[in-house]
């Protein structure tokens, strides 16, 4: 198998992954409805022995008091309607679909401007890697369809007829 299809092959398997994570949170989020989300968030913040009254744990639970069941299905929508274009171009890629290599650039370099504007914002290493990673996506699939297209164009051309 040659490099170009190891790495669509590779994206394709990473959009997959994004996917399932994207139906989960779905999942999570309508296990959510008809609940009181703050208490679990209390819950969960006394598990991990967190301090509720300072930092990240109090936001998190004063965020979670403002949920609502209708935010939580909005929540489950988009993911799972989101999970649907993953798939859809995870299928694509691993069947090596032109339109599906158009679309991870796409899909992937509309994200590179809000990642460094969040990197910018806040540096802090989870940004900088899905920065690095988005990029290093976007760049590989530009090199499959630069290198897919010059190999459409020779097979097309043909062949000059030889000089007397």
């Not at 509720?52 to 939580?72: C, K, M, N, Y």
């Given at each position: 198998m040659d490099s170009s299809?190891?790495?669509v092959k590779s994206v394709a398997?990473?959009?997959?992954?994004?996917?399932?994570?994207?139906v989960l949170v779905g999942i999570g989020a309508v296990s959510l409805v008809h609940r009181d989300v703050?208490?679990?968030?209390?819950?969960?913040?006394?598990?991990?022995?967190?301090?509720?009254?300072?930092?990240?744990?109090g936001s998190f639970v004063e965020a979670a008091a403002r949920i609502t069941d209708a935010r939580l299905w909005l929540i489950a929508s988009i993911g799972f309607l989101y999970a649907v274009f993953r798939f859809i171009e995870s299928y694509g890629l691993w069947f090596e679909k032109v339109w599906a290599e158009w679309l991870a650039v796409?899909?992937?370099?509309?994200?590179?401007?809000?990642?460094i504007y969040?990197?910018?914002e806040k540096f802090?290493?989870?940004?900088?890697?899905?920065?690095?990673?988005?990029l290093a996506v976007v760049c590989a699939m530009i090199g499959v369809l630069v290198k897919n297209r010059r190999i459409r164009l020779a097979k097309s051309t043909p062949p000059k007829p030889p000089a007397a």
């Amino acid at each position: 198998m040659d490099s170009s299809k190891v790495v669509v092959k590779s994206v394709a398997l990473f959009e997959a992954a994004k996917g399932v994570l994207l139906v989960l949170v779905g999942i999570g989020a309508v296990s959510l409805v008809h609940r009181d989300v703050r208490v679990i968030a209390a819950a969960l913040v006394g598990r991990l022995h967190l301090n509720p009254a300072q930092g990240f744990a109090g936001s998190f639970v004063e965020a979670a008091a403002r949920i609502t069941d209708a935010r939580l299905w909005l929540i489950a929508s988009i993911g799972f309607l989101y999970a649907v274009f993953r798939f859809i171009e995870s299928y694509g890629l691993w069947f090596e679909k032109v339109w599906a290599e158009w679309l991870a650039v796409v899909s992937g370099g509309l994200f590179v401007p809000l990642e460094i504007y969040e990197v910018a914002e806040k540096f802090t290493r989870v940004r900088v890697c899905a920065l690095i990673v988005n990029l290093a996506v976007v760049c590989a699939m530009i090199g499959v369809l630069v290198k897919n297209r010059r190999i459409r164009l020779a097979k097309s051309t043909p062949p000059k007829p030889p000089a007397a």
